[in-house]
């Protein structure tokens, strides 16, 4: 509708509390992927919390989003113009870069066996 109470979200219809919160994502999406010279994503379920976002810059940076399932992700990446890839494929995950502090974080960890 004219006057913004249109509550579509792609080809997809929502209550309007939800694609308040869509909206909201697909402004992070973007955002990320102005920042980083555009962006891939991988859309992971996560059960009863939705599903997570995993964004990889160009740049080789990376970082996330949750959105409330599956489809809302993969509407919200199109509405961005995020391409969505549906697997990890090895030149996705060799692009990535974690950062110095990533690697220190994970050094600390303790692994039980």
């Given at each position: 509708m004219a006057d913004g109470s249109?509550?579509?979200?792609?080809?997809?219809?929502?209550?309007?509390?939800?694609?308040?919160?869509?909206?909201?994502?697909?402004?992070?999406?973007?955002?990320?992927?102005?920042?980083?010279?555009?962006?891939?994503?991988?859309?992971?379920?996560?059960?009863?919390?939705?599903?997570r976002i995993v964004l990889v810059g160009q740049d080789g940076s990376w970082g996330d989003h949750f959105a409330d399932s599956t489809d809302t992700a993969r509407a919200a990446c199109a509405k961005a113009g995020v391409a969505v890839e549906n697997e990890w494929e090895r030149e996705l995950v060799e692009q990535m870069r974690p950062s110095n502090d990533l690697w220190r974080s994970m050094g600390r960890r303790v692994f039980s066996r």
């Open positions: 249109d509550t579509s979200f792609g080809s997809l219809t929502f209550d309007p509390s939800i694609a308040a919160a869509a909206r909201g994502l697909v402004a992070g999406l973007k955002s990320f992927a102005a920042g980083h010279g555009g962006a891939t994503a991988v859309i992971e379920y996560v059960g009863r919390r939705g599903a």
